[in-house]
């Protein structure tokens, strides 16, 4: 007998499914922006005094950060990320295991859900990295 699927369940039944099939050659290779883009988040997390929220228990963020390394290495592995973006969603977003949110809560702040949270910081570190990024000088800039 086949029974009916909640969306919920069925969103977390193809992510279990797509972490156990070995990698189909379709995820494209990372760019060293999105590469550096992670590790920022890596870094941000562990530097951020926040704690995060997964399965029942809060971690620090250092703690938090090493297991998602393990996620974003074991994903990056079998080809499964291609940005920033699939990264956030894949391995910081929810656990794999139970379907739950990650959260985030700094200080007495209010508690987050962990996506959004690190979508705000990918795109804070985007928008300084652009204003920061290298512009090589013409003639018309050396003029008073």
Not at 34 to 43: D, K, P, R, V
Not at 96 to 113: L, M, P, T
Request: proline content about 3%.
């Amino acid at each position: 007998m086949i029974s009916a699927f909640s969306g919920k369940e069925m969103k977390t039944t193809f992510f279990l499914l797509s972490l156990l099939l070995p990698n189909s050659g379709l995820g494209a290779e990372l760019s060293a922006a999105a590469q550096g883009e992670i590790s920022h988040l890596f870094s941000y997390l562990e530097k951020s005094g926040c704690d995060f929220h997964r399965n029942e228990t809060w971690y620090k963020g250092n703690e938090a950060s090493a297991h998602l390394r393990k996620k974003y290495q074991y994903l990056r592995d079998k080809g499964l990320l291609s940005s920033t973006e699939s990264f956030i969603e894949r391995a910081a977003t929810q656990s794999s295991v139970s379907g739950k949110s990650y959260q985030v809560r700094c200080g007495a702040s209010d508690i987050f859900d962990s996506g959004p949270w690190f979508r705000a910081e990918l795109t804070k570190y985007r928008k300084s990295s652009a204003n920061h990024s290298f512009k090589p000088s013409t003639p018309d800039d050396a003029r008073p």
